[in-house]
């Protein structure tokens, strides 16, 4: 699968609903394997309680962002399954430390990407999952049309953390994890946002390497020997949420590609799960069947 940040002879795995699988393609058997679910529903948490740890605030990044980006985890995780109310914007508030008005903006984002949706009088509740398009059984390949991606990138945070129930579903581990936030590029033009978890179990000194000058792939390759094999990519039309559209300079609202890749190595282990958007004025993808 050729993506914009490839060098002739490379694949990175950028990175939800156009069902995307890089080559060379699994049979059929190991493909079902290897795809991640929309959702893991379980137990919904009770309602007047908030799952998970404390909220770790981060500096430099919008609150309702982080916020988002928190309840995101969460809802893909089946901290709340398909068709739960949320907890109330009280106690919500009162987990985050935030002001009604900030989480407000985090829950219309939500809404905006089609997580959540929101009835007057009654309270938020999980959207139910959208349904899936495979295009595998005829599926010859797949590309990303647009201008190519420059090495590395402005990053805006890499830490390592503990996996969250999504995150360890994701990349099939508990373990600790790289999370790697950066702004990418074409042409000294920012045009990506992406999210990437990585389990430090397979690139310990991540935060040590050249992230700002190398693609990601090269680095997994070059220094810790992981060459990725295949990916699972999941593809949504959305709108730019205010955080996106500052760091990527196009307006709120403004049409993106909302992309979800888990990417694999050539024994089939999950080596990076990752949230990005590109811009839509810039990209578009492209699907050959045969």
Known sequence: MRLPEEAAGRVDPTSKRIYIVSVPLPSPASLQALRPGPF??????????????????????????QIKEDLFHKLRGGDWPPG????????????YGVSRGTLRRAVADLVSDG????????????????????????????????????????????????????????????????????????NGQAISHQTSFIPVALCPSLAKQDLKSRHLVDLMRDIYGIHLG???????????????????????????????????????????????????DMYRYRIELR
């Open 40 to 65: 893991t529903p379980r137990a919904a948490a009770p309602s007047g309680s908030v799952p998970g740890g404390p909220f770790a605030r981060l500096p430099g990044a919008a609150l309702h962002h």
């Open 115 to 186: 997580y959540v949706e929101r009835h007057s009088g009654r309270g938020t509740f999980v959207c139910r999952p959208k349904l899936v398009s495979g295009v595998t059984s005829a599926y010859s390949r797949s590309s990303v049309v647009g201008p190519a991606v420059d090495a590395g990138g402005r990053v805006l945070l890499c830490r390592r953390i503990k996996a969250d129930r999504h995150i360890a579903q994701m990349l099939q581990s508990s373990g600790a994890v790289w999370q790697l936030e950066r702004v990418r590029f074409t």
């Open 230 to 280: 295949s990916a699972v990519e999941y593809l949504d039309p959305g709108v730019a949420d205010g955080h996106v559209a500052r760091l990527l300079g196009i307006r709120v609202q403004a049409p993106v590609f909302r992309i979800e890749r888990t990417a694999y190595t050539v024994s089939g282990q999950a080596a990076e799960y990752r949230n990005a958007v590109l811009r839509g």
């Open 84 to 95: 739960s109310e949320l907890p109330s914007e009280l106690i919500l508030c009162a987990h």
